[in-house]
């Protein structure tokens, strides 16, 4: 039998998004810390928010919206760090996502640490991270709507339809989408699934789940090229596809150099030698290593001990998708050593990428 809640004076706050202040969202960020049931703004649609730590808001909420026991709520963060509070592990695509797409209309399912699947959102709406950092609470909302009809997005429809229900209403204007959030699954064992389609559209979302390689030498401009070429041709041959629709299979090889300068275009005996082994040389331009490539790949590959060792200092959670490309000895910089110093070391790249590929 349904619990039956007692008629609440609902609070209605306006806060225009244009100008928030801490004393216009000090009370309702105090009512929801207490265990209140709180509506709020997003740039999709309006929440409804209750505290995961108070069991009784939990109650009422799940009540309120006539969800399952077993229903998951998205968590809305105020801090992407919040994160890794909630979460062990965050795969190299999401990562990628999270700094592409938030704050936004993106939702990550993704498992915590008590091994569940949950969503994870981080709104770019200026109250609702206003609200979500002054509660200090970890915040469940799920979308605004009664019974099985399209979620709100109207505070004035709102509060006609659940006045008496909840404790305080956010009234910032019609949300900016009106429309839900997109949702990528990274439990799945594909590694990245649409589960929803929502404001984020598709492509951009297929674009940034793509496997992303990274070789790393020193100047970028000779062995970490030579193997980004060597290993698209590997790749291409495995999959049956040309080169040039790697990225539609979801692959991306990439390059950069621990000291390289960007900008430096590869030198004329790497182009010559990839071309003699049968690769489409690419006339791009070297790229200095940065935390944000680190932290976006899904394997890395260096060409010595000692770039090994740079990747992991500069990304330290970086240590278990890093290794050395030949794992018996380094490949030596072939810069200055003439031509059959470069055709020896491409040789010892394609002799170790053989086993890379079949591991892929």
Request: hydrophobic share 40%; glycine share 8%; proline share 7%.
């Given at each position: 039998?349904?619990i039956?809640?007692?008629?609440?004076?609902?609070?209605?706050?306006?806060?225009?998004r244009?100008?928030?202040?801490?004393?216009?969202?000090?009370?309702?960020?105090?009512?929801?810390?207490?265990?209140?049931?709180?509506?709020?703004?997003?740039?999709?649609?309006?929440?409804?928010?209750?505290?995961?730590?108070?069991?009784?808001?939990?109650e009422?909420?799940?009540?309120?919206t006539?969800?399952?026991?077993?229903?998951?709520?998205?968590i809305?963060?105020?801090?992407?760090f919040?994160?890794?509070?909630?979460?062990?592990e965050?795969p190299?695509?999401?990562?990628?996502m999270?700094?592409?797409?938030?704050?936004?209309?993106?939702?990550?399912?993704?498992?915590?640490?008590?091994g569940?699947?949950?969503?994870?959102r981080?709104?770019?709406?200026?109250?609702?991270?206003?609200?979500?950092?002054?509660?200090?609470?970890?915040?469940?909302?799920?979308?605004?709507?009664?019974?099985?009809?399209?979620?709100?997005?109207?505070?004035?429809?709102?509060a006609?339809?659940?006045?008496?229900?909840?404790?305080?209403?956010?009234?910032s204007?019609?949300?900016?989408?009106?429309?839900?959030s997109?949702?990528?699954?990274?439990t799945s064992?594909?590694?990245?699934?649409?589960?929803?389609?929502?404001v984020?559209?598709?492509e951009?979302?297929?674009?940034a789940?793509?496997?992303?390689?990274?070789?790393?030498?020193?100047?970028?401009?000779?062995?970490?090229?030579m193997?980004a070429?060597l290993?698209?041709r590997?790749?291409?041959?495995?999959?049956g596809?040309?080169?040039?629709?790697?990225?539609?299979k979801?692959?991306?090889?990439?390059?950069?150099?621990?000291?390289?300068?960007?900008?430096?275009?590869?030198?004329?005996?790497?182009?010559?030698?990839?071309?003699?082994?049968?690769?489409?040389a690419?006339?791009?331009?070297?790229?200095r290593?940065?935390?944000?490539?680190?932290?976006?790949?899904?394997?890395?590959?260096?060409?010595?001990?000692?770039?090994?060792?740079q990747?992991?200092?500069?990304?330290p959670?970086?240590?278990?998708?890093?290794?050395?490309?030949?794992?018996?000895?380094?490949?030596?910089?072939?810069?200055?050593?003439?031509?059959?110093?470069?055709?020896?070391a491409?040789?010892?790249?394609?002799?170790?990428?053989?086993?890379?590929?079949?591991?892929?």
């Amino acid at each position: 039998m349904p619990i039956q809640w007692p008629l609440l004076e609902t609070r209605i706050f306006t806060v225009p998004r244009t100008r928030v202040r801490t004393e216009d969202i000090a009370e309702p960020a105090k009512i929801l810390a207490a265990g209140g049931l709180v509506v709020f703004p997003t740039e999709t649609l309006y929440g409804l928010g209750a505290s995961l730590e108070r069991p009784e808001a939990m109650e009422r909420l799940m009540e309120l919206t006539k969800s399952p026991p077993d229903r998951r709520l998205t968590i809305h963060l105020g801090h992407a760090f919040e994160l890794t509070k909630h979460v062990r592990e965050v795969p190299p695509a999401a990562r990628r996502m999270i700094r592409r797409f938030w704050p936004g209309p993106l939702t990550l399912l993704l498992q915590t640490r008590e091994g569940i699947v949950r969503g994870f959102r981080l709104s770019s709406d200026e109250v609702a991270i206003a609200l979500l950092r002054a509660a200090a609470v970890p915040v469940v909302a799920p979308p605004v709507a009664v019974g099985d009809a399209p979620p709100l997005s109207d505070p004035g429809e709102i509060a006609r339809h659940f006045s008496g229900r909840i404790d305080a209403l956010i009234d910032s204007g019609p949300s900016r989408h009106s429309r839900l959030s997109t949702i990528v699954d990274f439990t799945s064992p594909k590694g990245c699934v649409i589960a929803r389609e929502g404001v984020v559209p598709r492509e951009k979302i297929e674009e940034a789940c793509r496997k992303r390689i990274l070789f790393v030498c020193t100047g970028n401009t000779c062995r970490s090229p030579m193997a980004a070429g060597l290993m698209r041709r590997a790749l291409a041959l495995r999959l049956g596809v040309p080169e040039e629709k790697l990225e539609e299979k979801g692959w991306v090889v990439e390059s950069a150099g621990v000291g390289a300068y960007d900008g430096a275009p590869a030198t004329e005996e790497a182009m010559r030698v990839v071309e003699e082994m049968g690769c489409r040389a690419r006339a791009g331009s070297s790229r200095r290593l940065t935390e944000d490539m680190i932290d976006g790949a899904d394997r890395i590959f260096t060409m010595t001990r000692a770039h090994l060792e740079q990747v992991i200092t500069m990304v330290p959670d970086a240590v278990g998708k890093s290794r050395r490309l030949d794992q018996t000895r380094d490949i030596e910089d072939p810069i200055g050593g003439g031509v059959e110093a470069y055709r020896a070391a491409a040789r010892q790249i394609k002799k170790a990428l053989d086993s890379v590929v079949k591991s892929l």
